[in-house]
Nanobody, 127 residues
Protein backbone atom coordinates (compact mmCIF):
# COMPACT_ATOMS: atom_id res chain seq x y z
CA UNK A 1 0.00 0.00 0.00
CA UNK A 2 0.99 3.57 -0.69
CA UNK A 3 -0.30 6.40 1.46
CA UNK A 4 -0.56 9.85 -0.10
CA UNK A 5 -1.21 13.04 1.84
CA UNK A 6 -1.73 16.32 0.02
CA UNK A 7 -1.24 19.77 1.50
CA UNK A 8 -0.88 23.37 0.40
CA UNK A 9 -4.36 24.15 -0.86
CA UNK A 10 -6.23 27.30 0.05
CA UNK A 11 -7.88 30.48 -1.13
CA UNK A 12 -5.98 32.74 -3.51
CA UNK A 13 -6.84 35.66 -5.76
CA UNK A 14 -6.71 35.52 -9.54
CA UNK A 15 -3.11 35.72 -10.69
CA UNK A 16 -1.76 34.33 -7.44
CA UNK A 17 0.32 31.24 -6.78
CA UNK A 18 0.14 28.11 -4.65
CA UNK A 19 2.39 25.11 -4.24
CA UNK A 20 0.76 21.79 -3.51
CA UNK A 21 2.71 19.00 -1.88
CA UNK A 22 1.99 15.29 -1.74
CA UNK A 23 3.92 13.19 0.75
CA UNK A 24 4.12 9.49 -0.07
CA UNK A 25 4.84 6.60 2.27
CA UNK A 26 4.58 2.84 2.40
CA UNK A 27 6.53 1.75 -0.65
CA UNK A 28 9.60 2.76 -2.64
CA UNK A 29 8.77 6.23 -3.96
CA UNK A 30 10.90 5.90 -7.09
CA UNK A 31 8.90 2.86 -8.23
CA UNK A 32 5.90 5.06 -8.91
CA UNK A 33 4.76 7.46 -11.59
CA UNK A 34 3.12 10.39 -9.79
CA UNK A 35 0.24 12.48 -11.01
CA UNK A 36 -2.02 15.36 -10.09
CA UNK A 37 -5.69 15.48 -10.96
CA UNK A 38 -8.47 17.88 -10.09
CA UNK A 39 -12.22 17.76 -9.76
CA UNK A 40 -14.55 20.74 -9.79
CA UNK A 41 -18.14 20.51 -8.48
CA UNK A 42 -20.36 18.67 -10.95
CA UNK A 43 -17.45 17.73 -13.20
CA UNK A 44 -15.39 14.62 -13.74
CA UNK A 45 -11.93 14.25 -12.34
CA UNK A 46 -9.42 15.51 -14.88
CA UNK A 47 -5.72 15.12 -15.49
CA UNK A 48 -3.45 18.03 -14.54
CA UNK A 49 0.14 16.78 -14.53
CA UNK A 50 2.31 13.67 -14.35
CA UNK A 51 5.96 12.96 -13.69
CA UNK A 52 7.94 9.81 -14.39
CA UNK A 53 9.64 7.75 -11.72
CA UNK A 54 12.90 9.70 -11.56
CA UNK A 55 11.53 12.97 -12.88
CA UNK A 56 13.04 12.67 -16.34
CA UNK A 57 9.72 13.19 -18.09
CA UNK A 58 6.72 15.33 -17.30
CA UNK A 59 3.43 16.08 -18.96
CA UNK A 60 0.91 18.79 -18.29
CA UNK A 61 -2.66 19.32 -19.40
CA UNK A 62 -3.04 21.94 -22.12
CA UNK A 63 -5.12 24.11 -19.78
CA UNK A 64 -2.25 24.51 -17.32
CA UNK A 65 0.83 24.46 -19.56
CA UNK A 66 3.00 27.50 -19.01
CA UNK A 67 1.43 28.11 -15.59
CA UNK A 68 1.90 24.88 -13.59
CA UNK A 69 5.00 22.81 -12.96
CA UNK A 70 5.28 19.31 -11.51
CA UNK A 71 8.39 18.10 -9.72
CA UNK A 72 9.44 15.41 -7.24
CA UNK A 73 12.00 15.10 -4.47
CA UNK A 74 13.11 11.52 -3.84
CA UNK A 75 14.84 12.49 -0.60
CA UNK A 76 11.55 13.70 0.82
CA UNK A 77 9.27 11.21 -0.99
CA UNK A 78 7.23 14.18 -2.09
CA UNK A 79 5.74 15.39 -5.36
CA UNK A 80 4.92 19.05 -5.89
CA UNK A 81 2.60 21.05 -8.08
CA UNK A 82 3.65 24.67 -8.45
CA UNK A 83 0.68 26.69 -9.67
CA UNK A 84 1.21 30.22 -10.96
CA UNK A 85 -1.10 32.73 -12.65
CA UNK A 86 -4.10 31.03 -11.14
CA UNK A 87 -7.52 31.54 -12.66
CA UNK A 88 -11.02 31.03 -11.23
CA UNK A 89 -11.42 28.00 -13.50
CA UNK A 90 -8.57 26.33 -11.61
CA UNK A 91 -10.86 26.08 -8.58
CA UNK A 92 -11.21 22.41 -7.67
CA UNK A 93 -10.20 19.69 -5.26
CA UNK A 94 -6.72 18.59 -6.26
CA UNK A 95 -5.72 14.95 -5.88
CA UNK A 96 -2.34 13.31 -5.88
CA UNK A 97 -2.05 9.80 -7.36
CA UNK A 98 0.58 7.07 -7.70
CA UNK A 99 0.99 4.36 -10.30
CA UNK A 100 3.45 1.50 -10.05
CA UNK A 101 5.52 1.14 -13.23
CA UNK A 102 8.62 -0.89 -14.14
CA UNK A 103 9.34 1.63 -16.91
CA UNK A 104 11.40 4.64 -15.85
CA UNK A 105 10.09 6.81 -18.69
CA UNK A 106 6.42 5.94 -18.34
CA UNK A 107 3.78 8.62 -17.78
CA UNK A 108 0.09 8.16 -17.10
CA UNK A 109 -2.68 10.64 -17.86
CA UNK A 110 -5.93 8.83 -17.07
CA UNK A 111 -7.68 8.24 -13.78
CA UNK A 112 -7.94 4.52 -14.47
CA UNK A 113 -4.19 3.99 -14.70
CA UNK A 114 -3.44 5.05 -11.13
CA UNK A 115 -3.35 2.66 -8.20
CA UNK A 116 -3.40 4.96 -5.17
CA UNK A 117 -5.00 8.29 -4.38
CA UNK A 118 -4.76 10.95 -1.71
CA UNK A 119 -7.72 12.52 0.04
CA UNK A 120 -7.51 15.77 -1.90
CA UNK A 121 -6.87 19.41 -1.07
CA UNK A 122 -9.17 22.30 -1.97
CA UNK A 123 -7.92 25.13 -4.17
CA UNK A 124 -10.19 28.15 -4.55
CA UNK A 125 -9.30 31.03 -6.85
CA UNK A 126 -11.36 34.17 -6.34
CA UNK A 127 -12.04 36.59 -9.16
Amino acid sequence: QVQLVESGGGLVQTGGSLRLSCAASGRTFSDYVMGWFRQAPGKEREFVAAISRFGGRTNLAVSVKGRFTISRDSNKNTVYLQMNSLKPEDTAVYYCAAKYSPNISHLAETVYEYDYWGQGTQVTVSS
